[in-house]
């Protein structure tokens, strides 16, 4: 069995992360301040959520899927 990450669709290159969503932001991780790359995309260090730019090489590859 394969772990997929949580994939979020973001507008901006430059994205932060605390882990919240499902659970209250205390319980996340630190904030962090990610930068996406040439790639397309950019996973978070503390919770392996994943950040793709809408448009971006990683968001084409998304659709084709």
Do not use: N, Q
């Not at 973001?10 to 630190?30: I, M, N, Q, T, Y």
């Not at 904030?31 to 090489?57: A, H, N, Q, S, T």
């Amino acid at each position: 069995m394969s772990f997929i990450p949580e994939t979020i669709r973001v507008k901006d290159s430059r994205v932060c992360c605390d882990g919240s969503g499902e659970v209250p932001s205390a319980l996340g991780h630190p904030r962090v301040w990610l930068e996406i790359d040439d790639k397309g995309y950019v996973d978070c260090g503390y919770c392996d959520r994943r950040f793709i730019l809408i448009g971006g090489p990683a968001d084409k590859d998304l659709k084709a899927a």
